[in-house]
C-alpha cells in the first residue's frame, strides 16, 4: 500500500479533514513538538498528524517556525482536540498514547472514548523490547522501515523544533499512517490471541490514569534539596578523599601512571625506530618531536590534552581502572576471581556490588568497605539530589515516567527520576522527605502486604501458607518459625520481634531475614549461590555459606509441597505450550524453554514461576488504580484524590485531614476485591488481597531530618 500525505496549507483544508474523520470514525494521530519537556515553559506543539484510513495522512502545522498560522496556532489545536479528541463516536489511533494524552492536558483537553495504542498492542503480542515504532515499522512494513533516519539525524544537529516544516511533516504523516496499520493488524491478532479483554479492560484504562500522574507530577520541598544537597555534597567530598587517599590504592596508583608512561615511550621509541629505516623527507622532523615527546614525559611534562590523562588521578568511577587495582594489575590487590565475571565484550572483570561482596573476604585493606561507603553517598548525592534538581519544573515539581511496557512481566518501570530505586527508608530516608502532597493535603499510601505470596499460595492451593494468611500471619516470621520447628511458638516470636531490647531479638530478626529471603528467593528461581551472596539493608550476608543456604531451600521446599509441585507444573506447561499465562491473561513467552543450552532452559524455568506471581501482583495494583479513577469521575471520590506514583505495590494519594477516614475504607475495599470475575473471570477464593495504609507529611515512612554530617 503506497502512502500519500498532505501537509495542511489552509483553514479550509484543515476543516475537511475534521469532517474525514467523523465519517470513517478514526483518526491516528501524532503531536510532534520543540523537544523541551512539556512542563517547560517555551515547550510547545509544532504540528498535529491526522489519518482517517490506511494509506494517508493529513499533517496540521501549530507552532512551527514555518508554520501559516503560528500567530494563532492554539485556535486550530482546539478544534482538533474538541472535534477529535472528545468526540466519543472516534476511535483514536496512537502509539505511545499516554505522551500525546499528557500534552492534550497541557492545554486543558483530555481523551474520549476507544482508542488505540500500538505500543501497548505490541507489548501484549510480543512482550520482548523493543517496542518503539521504528522497530515495529522494520519488523511489519519493512518497506518503511528507514523512514525516521533522517529527522533523527538532524535532531541531533538542530533539535526537534529546528527541523524544516516539510521534512518533519513527511515523518509525521507516516507516523500515523503506519501506526493506523498496525493497529488494524494487531486488532486482530489481540482477539485471535484472547488478549483483547486484557488490552481493552485493563491496558487502556492505564493511559489516562499514569498520563494524569505525570502531568499532576510531585512536589519537592526545594529549600530542603538544597540544604541536604549541600551536606551530603561535604560527605561525598569526604568519602571519595578517603578512597582516592587509601594507602594500597595510593601505591598502585604511582604505579599506575609509571606504566601508562612506560608504555607510551615504548610505543614512541618503536615509531623511531621506524622511522630511522624509512626513507620519508621529513624522518629527522619526526624523529625529534618523538624525542622531544620522550624527554616530556620522563620529566612529567604534558603538554597535549591526552597526555594529561597520565597525570589524572585513580578515577572511582571508572571500572577498568578499579578492575585493574582490584584484580589484574600486578601492583593492585590481586583479588582471586571467577572467569564468569569477565565481559565477554571488553575482557575486564566486573566491579559491580555482587562481585565486590563476593570477594571482601580476601580484602585485608580495607578498600571494598571504604568504596561500598563511597558508592553510597555517590549514588544519593548524584542521582537522588542532583538528578531531582536537574529535573524540577518552574513549579519545583518532578514529573517522572511510568512505563507500562517496561517489563516483560507486566510490572511498571520508572523513569527520570526512577522512583522504584530510591534510598532505603532505614539509611536515607531524608531523599523520600522531599516528596511532598499538593498544599492541605498529606500523602496517603497504600500497599499491598505479600501479594506476590498470597498469589503463589492461591495458584498451588499451599494449605499451610493458606492458613497462615487467614490468621494474619507475617508469613515471614511464620516461615522462620516453621524452619526451626516453633511454629506453635509464633505468637511468642512475634512479640520478641516487636522488642528490639529482648535477649533474643537479634537471633529471631537473622532468622526472619533469612526466611524473607528464601521465600522471594525460591519463587525467583534463585540458588543456593546466588542466596548465598544476598545482603541485607546493611550490606552483611544473610547465609554464611551456599551450604547453609542450600539447607534452608530444602526445609522450605519440604514444608510448601504443593508450591513445589506447582513450581514443577509451571515447567510442564512451558515446555508444552512455549508460554505460561497468568490469571489476568498475559501471556509470557519462554521460546528458550526449548532450547539446547541447559542455562537457557533453567533460565525459562524459572521465568515460567516468576512471571505469573510478579504479573498477577502487578496487574491487581495497575486495576485497583484504574478502578480509583473511576471512582473519582463518578464522584465517589474527590475530584484532588489523584494518583501521586506507584511503585511496585504501593499508589500514593494526596488527601486531606477531615477525608481520611471517609478515603480509606473505599480505597483498601477496591484494593483488596477489585472485581476480577467481573472483568476477568476469575477470584481469590482461599486467600484475600490485604492492603495497609499510612499517612504522613511526606513520602518518608517516618519523620525525617535533614541529615548531619555524621549521619551516613
Keep these: 500500500m503506497q502512502h500519500q500525505?498532505?501537509?495542511?496549507?489552509?483553514?479550509?483544508?484543515?476543516?475537511?479533514?475534521?469532517?474525514?474523520?467523523?465519517?470513517?470514525?478514526?483518526?491516528?494521530?501524532?503531536?510532534?513538538?520543540?523537544?523541551?519537556?512539556f512542563h517547560n515553559p517555551d515547550s510547545v506543539l509544532t504540528m498535529v498528524g491526522m489519518s482517517f484510513q490506511p494509506g494517508n495522512a493529513y499533517v496540521m502545522p501549530l507552532g512551527h517556525d514555518e508554520s501559516w498560522c503560528r500567530d494563532n496556532w492554539e485556535f486550530y489545536h482546539d478544534i482538533f482536540c474538541k472535534e477529535i479528541l472528545l468526540n466519543y463516536s472516534i476511535t483514536k489511533i496512537a502509539q505511545n498514547a499516554k505522551f500525546e494524552y499528557i500534552w492534550a492536558l497541557k492545554y486543558g483537553y483530555s481523551v474520549k472514548g476507544r482508542f488505540f495504542d500500538t505500543m501497548l498492542m505490541k507489548h501484549l503480542l510480543d512482550e520482548r523490547k523493543p517496542h518503539s515504532l521504528a522497530s515495529q515499522v522494520a519488523r511489519f512494513i519493512p518497506h518503511y522501515k528507514d523512514y525516521k533516519d533522517d529527522t533523527e539525524k538532524l535532531a541531533k544537529i538542530h533539535g526537534w523544533g529546528g527541523i524544516p516544516l516539510q521534512t518533519m511533516a513527511d515523518r509525521n504523516s507516516l507516523d500515523c499512517d503506519l501506526t493506523f496499520r498496525l493497529a488494524m493488524f494487531y486488532e486482530d491478532r489481540l482477539i485471535k490471541s484472547n488478549l483483547y479483554n486484557?488490552?481493552?479492560n485493563l491496558t487502556c484504562k492505564l493511559v489516562?490514569?499514569?498520563?494524569?500522574?505525570?502531568?499532576?507530577?510531585?512536589?519537592?520541598?526545594?529549600?530542603?534539596?538544597?540544604?541536604?544537597?549541600?551536606?551530603?555534597?561535604?560527605?561525598?567530598?569526604?568519602?571519595?578523599f578517603d578512597l582516592v587517599n587509601h594507602k594500597s590504592l595510593k601505591r598502585f596508583d604511582r604505579y599506575r601512571r609509571k606504566d601508562l608512561i612506560k608504555s607510551a615511550v615504548k610505543a614512541l621509541m618503536d615509531e623511531i625506530s621506524e622511522l630511522e629505516e624509512s626513507d620519508k623527507p621529513n624522518a629527522r622532523k619526526l624523529i625529534d618531536s618523538r624525542l622531544l615527546k620522550i624527554q616530556n614525559l620522563s620529566t612529567g611534562v604534558f603538554t597535549t590534552k591526552k597526555d594529561q590523562e597520565f597525570n589524572e588521578p585513580f578515577n572511582p568511577n571508572s571500572s577498568q581502572q578499579l578492575a585493574e587495582f582490584l584484580f589484574t594489575h600486578k601492583r593492585g590487590l590481586k583479588l582471586k576471581y571467577n572467569q564468569d565475571i569477565v565481559s565477554k565484550k571488553t575482557g575486564i572483570p566486573s566491579t559491580g556490588e555482587a562481585v565486590l561482596i563476593d570477594v571482601r573476604v580476601q580484602d585485608n585493606t580495607g578498600f571494598i568497605k571504604t568504596m561500598f561507603l563511597f558508592r553510597e553517598v555517590d549514588k544519593i548525592y548524584g542521582t537522588y539530589l542532583i538528578g531531582l534538581e536537574e529535573k524540577l519544573s518552574p513549579k519545583h515539581t518532578i514529573h517522572g515516567k511510568i512505563h507500562i511496557h517496561g517489563t516483560e512481566t507486566g510490572r511498571f518501570s520508572s523513569a527520570e527520576p526512577n522512583l522504584q530505586n530510591m534510598p532505603r527508608a532505614t539509611t536515607s530516608s531524608y531523599v523520600k522527605s522531599l516528596f511532598l502532597p499538593p498544599k492541605g493535603c498529606l500523602l496517603f499510601e497504600v500497599d499491598y502486604s505479600q501479594a506476590e505470596l498470597r498469589a503463589v499460595a492461591e495458584m498451588s492451593d499451599e494449605t499451610t501458607m493458606i492458613e497462615w494468611f487467614d490468621k494474619g500471619w507475617n508469613i515471614h516470621v511464620a516461615t522462620a518459625c516453621k524452619s526451626h520447628k516453633m511454629i506453635d511458638k509464633y505468637d511468642e516470636v512475634k512479640k520478641i520481634l516487636k522488642d528490639e531490647t529482648h535477649p533474643e531479638w537479634l537471633k529471631w530478626e537473622k532468622r526472619k531475614k533469612k526466611a524473607k529471603t528464601i521465600n522471594f528467593g525460591i519463587l525467583y528461581g534463585q540458588t543456593s549461590k546466588a542466596l548465598s551472596k544476598a545482603t541485607d539493608e546493611e550490606g552483611n550476608l544473610i547465609f554464611s555459606s551456599m551450604d547453609e543456604a542450600q539447607e534452608f531451600i530444602d526445609i522450605w521446599l519440604k514444608d510448601f509441597p504443593k508450591i513445589s509441585k506447582f513450581m514443577k507444573d509451571q515447567h510442564k506447561f512451558a515446555k508444552k505450550h512455549g508460554m505460561v499465562i497468568q490469571a489476568f491473561g498475559r501471556k509470557r513467552r519462554l521460546p528458550e524453554i526449548n532450547s539446547k543450552d541447559k542455562w537457557e532452559v533453567l533460565a525459562a524455568q524459572r521465568r515460567s514461576v516468576n512471571s505469573p506471581i510478579q504479573g498477577i501482583a502487578s496487574d491487581f495494583t495497575a486495576m485497583s488504580i484504574t478502578l480509583i479513577r473511576d471512582y473519582r469521575l463518578m464522584g465517589k471520590l474527590p475530584d484532588y484524590f489523584r494518583l501521586m506514583y506507584t511503585v511496585h505495590d504501593s499508589l500514593g494519594y494526596p488527601i486531606k485531614p477531615k477525608d481520611i477516614h471517609t478515603i480509606e475504607p473505599i480505597v483498601s475495599k477496591i484494593c483488596m476485591e477489585p472485581e476480577t470475575d467481573k472483568w476477568f473471570g476469575f477470584k481469590f477464593k482461599k486467600v484475600k488481597m490485604k492492603v495497609s495504609a499510612e499517612v504522613g507529611k511526606n513520602w518518608a515512612p517516618y519523620m525525617s531530618t535533614t541529615p548531619t554530617l555524621n549521619t551516613l
Design 208 to 240: 489516562p490514569t499514569l498520563a494524569e500522574c505525570e502531568f499532576d507530577g510531585i512536589l519537592i520541598d526545594i529549600d530542603s534539596l538544597v540544604s541536604t544537597r549541600e551536606i551530603v555534597k561535604e560527605q561525598w567530598e569526604r568519602h571519595r
Design 5 to 37: 500525505q498532505v501537509l495542511i496549507s489552509s483553514p479550509k483544508q484543515f476543516y475537511e479533514v475534521i469532517e474525514y474523520c467523523k465519517v470513517t470514525g478514526y483518526c491516528s494521530y501524532d503531536y510532534e513538538t520543540n523537544g523541551l519537556p
Design 198 to 200: 486484557l488490552f481493552r
